[in-house]
């Protein structure tokens, strides 16, 4: 129960460095905080990482194995041996296929190529494929993008004579393959700088190792867009050496000479645009994937391989509508995957989604996995099962390691590999539901509410005055963006709302306009459409947001692109499920204490009323200490708190919160709107009063209750109390408008407050509630409750005229607002409490 269901998390790293930053760097204090906040700690890192050159590239020798990987690969040459490169059938292992057959063949050797197929002989390195390259004539297989965990096919082709060499940078296990190398910088006694390297990237170091120094300058840029297409596309970190390949790989991607990217790029409509990192992960890489996934990814190399324009141009178009029918494909899996989690899945008890089917396609379940794990938030496995096996593909979310899990559960598998986000795996199809088990007791272990709750990352909370063109400029210099180097996001709190419209096709999308210190600033949000119908103008409400222009008309704008939004203050607050729990447990307060009871003296009362953070200090004591109760009475308290829970990160927090009595469970609770008369207070050592009590009589009460008493209300306190009450308490037009929607509606057999409040929408909950039980008391009404629900009996009118405000109900809801204002006059007279 959380006002919000994303964690806002500030990045916020070595602030102390920010000034040096700006003075050496001469950049803006923004984007000094943006560095550092992505482990750019020094002066010398940063000159880096702005200007990355080919000079920033490590020496490839220093890959464990590359030494002996290159002298077997010159004696073949000289010995005319027949050398074989073996891929794996994604965007890196076609892409790491296609750099070394430009390689070997801009040295005039000709070499031959093997990618398994998808769906007849599955991931890796299989005896088959073994089999027919040593039909062909083959002495040398070097593979790329997989083989790390081969070790009994590489036996059986050094049993057939054929060497191998494997090249990989997927996580190894307990044993490495017995070959002539392995090269992975993920090797235990690998010492490389960059462990993240993609499989091209290692490819391409291959490349670099069999390259004299005085002119691998002069030939790396053939295959330096080939390189950024593939580690972009198998989402490798763009940090460190990646950063560099990237970085200078886009340049030569927007001019390229390579025959099949151009005629990729024209039938993709990019033609005319600057390709970005994001142009390449979702319009590029999708295409060139899907012959893998529909076909066969020979196709893709074909392409980049390719010195004939119309022939690229007609494999290109191939190519684009395979992934169209992959989509087709997809969404038919999501559809079949959506009805068994209905069936199967619990989310309060499962921490991994496992999925099977007969009728799911073997290529795709991979990016369908990746929906429904960033739908749920939870890692999640889809398998295709056919002829007795079940094929599967795992996707991660957060920082939950997935193949770190699957390792748990390895004795089940006929063969598995991958690393932290995604691995593949096949399993029995008699065991799958044993899987399904073991990977959630397993999970349930180590994997917490707070691993499964979506987190949005801020690099730093910004003011008016530092928004401008020049900051979007200076962001725009740390492309490229991806996993490892985020596009940045800001927040911006508490900004007032001017308009907000929805926008596109069938209004999905948010056009807002907001305004601060007289600026108005323009914002996107794609899928925020619905926000339309809730925000009003004047409204306040906490941004979070990428920062970027935007062209339109010939003019351009600085743009907030929407990436999350919460409200502070407004109506759309009371469409909260935490704020309808507030409301209707207000009105159970009415007969809570009507005296003030003299307990005992208290052990002593810490003053801490005007406390500039006090979330801060009640959300610390909850963390650091035991037998705290925390008392919440007004709304604005109840969301200044979980505000505060959710930028500090803490969110078992969110477990403590309850309504009108402690939940028994918990050794601390924070109780909203505290009816004192069932509260056990003396379980209890320390007493925190968030905001200020509702009367004198409740004040009294916890003031002498013989515990300690932190005080931590406010002046501003007393202000929107009395603001609320204004709303909450009805007055006789009140009464009418909810008698009449009633009387109107008596064929209706059951409505729930919720159900009125979604028809009486001028009101709010608790205002809804007393005007039910005014009527009742009144005897005008009668209710019954079953369960959620009320059964509403109107009965017939009385003869003689009720005065409603002369009722003592009526009376008693009226004078809250009275005899709050007359105990707000004296709460903060006495200094000393």
Request: net charge neutral; with cysteine.
């Amino acid at each position: 129960m959380i006002l919000h269901d994303k964690l806002w998390i500030s990045r916020n790293r070595g602030s102390e460095n920010v000034k040096d930053f700006v003075k050496e760097l001469g950049i803006t204090r923004v984007t000094a905080q943006i560095l550092l906040n992505r482990g750019i700690d020094t002066l010398e890192k940063a000159k880096v990482f702005l200007n990355p050159t080919l000079d920033n590239l490590y020496d490839p020798f220093l890959l464990k194995g590359m030494d002996r990987a290159v002298d077997r690969i010159k004696r073949a040459i000289g010995k005319k041996e027949s050398i074989w490169i073996y891929g794996d059938y994604d965007v890196d292992g076609v892409t790491s296929v296609s750099i070394l057959m430009l390689y070997f063949n801009s040295i005039g050797y000709r070499v031959n190529f093997y990618i398994p197929d998808r769906f007849d002989e599955g991931y890796g390195i299989n005896s088959d494929a073994i089999d027919y390259i040593k039909a062909k004539g083959g002495d040398l297989i070097i593979s790329v993008d997989c083989g790390i965990t081969s070790i009994q096919e590489v036996e059986y082709a050094k049993s057939l004579g054929i060497d191998f060499i494997i090249t990989d940078h997927h996580q190894c296990q307990e044993n490495i393959p017995n070959a002539v190398s392995v090269i992975n910088p993920k090797r235990k006694d690998c010492s490389y700088p960059f462990d993240m390297l993609a499989g091209v990237g290692i490819a391409f170091k291959l490349i670099q190792a069999l390259t004299p120094e005085s002119t691998f300058k002069g030939i790396c840029n053939n295959y330096l867009d080939i390189v950024a297409l593939g580690t972009v596309a198998d989402v490798a970190p763009l940090t460190d050496e990646n950063r560099v390949l990237v970085k200078n790989g886009l340049e030569h991607l927007n001019n390229t000479n390579n025959v099949g990217l151009k005629a990729l790029i024209e039938v993709c409509g990019l033609k005319d645009k600057k390709i970005n990192a994001g142009y390449i992960g979702f319009v590029l890489a999708p295409k060139l994937n899907a012959a893998g996934r529909i076909k066969n990814a020979s196709l893709g190399v074909k392409l980049l391989l390719s010195n004939d324009y119309e022939e690229a141009l007609r494999i290109s178009k191939e190519l684009y509508n395979n992934n169209a029918v992959r989509q087709d494909i997809e969404k038919e899996i999501l559809l079949e995957a959506e009805k068994q989690m209905e069936q199967m899945v619990d989310l309060e008890r499962d921490k991994v989604i496992v999925l099977a089917s007969e009728s799911w396609h073997h290529g795709v379940i991979g990016i369908a996995a990746s929906r429904i794990a960033e739908k749920y938030f939870r890692p999640t496995v889809l398998m295709c099962i056919e002829d007795g096996i079940a094929k599967g593909s795992a996707r991660s979310v957060g920082d939950i390691d997935i193949f770190e899990l699957l390792c748990k559960c390895k004795d089940m598998f006929i063969k598995f590999g991958g690393h932290a986000q995604a691995a593949g795996l096949a399993i029995p199809e008699i065991r799958v539901e044993e899987f399904r088990k073991k990977i959630n007791d397993e999970g349930s272990k180590f994997i917490t509410e707070k691993d499964l709750t979506p987190t949005l990352k801020i690099d730093m909370e910004l003011t008016a005055q530092d928004i401008g063109f020049n900051i979007i400029e200076e962001i725009e210099r740390l492309e490229p963006f991806g996993l490892g180097n985020p596009k940045p996001q800001f927040s911006y709190k508490n900004i007032i709302v001017e308009n907000a419209l929805p926008v596109g096709k069938d209004k999905k999308h948010l056009k807002m306009m907001v305004q601060d210190e007289n600026r108005i600033f323009d914002c996107i949000g794609f899928s925020f459409g619905e926000w339309s119908r809730d925000l009003s103008k004047g409204d306040k409400v906490d941004l979070l947001f990428n920062l970027e222009k935007n062209y339109f008309k010939g003019v351009e704008t600085i743009q907030f692109n929407l990436k999350d939004l919460r409200p502070v203050k407004g109506k759309i607050y009371e469409k909260n499920e935490i704020v309808h729990n507030y409301f209707l447990s207000f009105p159970n307060l009415i007969n809570d204490l009507n005296k003030s009871n003299r307990n005992k003296d208290c052990e002593y009362v810490k003053d801490l009323r005007n406390i500039k953070n006090r979330s801060k200090f009640v959300i610390e004591k909850l963390n650091n200490t035991d037998s705290n109760l925390v008392l919440v009475n007004t709304l604005d308290g109840l969301i200044e708190l979980i505000i505060g829970i959710n930028d500090m990160d803490i969110l078992e927090i969110h477990d403590l919160i309850s309504f009108n009595k402690p939940n028994k469970k918990n050794t601390n609770s924070i109780v909203v709107n505290p009816i004192l008369k069932d509260i056990d207070i003396q379980k209890f050592e320390n007493i925190l009063i968030y905001d200020i009590p509702i009367n004198k009589e409740k004040s009294d009460f916890i003031l002498n209750c013989g515990k300690k008493i932190y005080a931590l209300y406010n002046k501003n306190d007393v202000r929107t109390f009395v603001k609320l009450l204004e709303r909450i308490i009805p007055d006789r037009n009140d009464l009418a408008i909810v008698y009449k929607f009633l009387k109107e509606n008596k064929t209706k057999k059951e409505l729930s407050l919720l159900d009125l409040y979604k028809a009486i929408e001028i009101m709010n909950l608790s205002k809804i509630r007393f005007c039910v039980e005014i009527l009742e008391d009144s005897g005008l009404l009668k209710t019954d409750k079953n369960k959620n629900k009320f059964i509403f009996e109107l009965l017939p009118p009385p003869e003689k005229k009720i005065n409603i405000s002369a009722t003592d109900l009526y009376i008693k809801i009226n004078n809250l607002k009275k005899k709050f204002e007359s105990y707000a006059n004296i709460a903060f007279v006495n200094t000393a409490l």
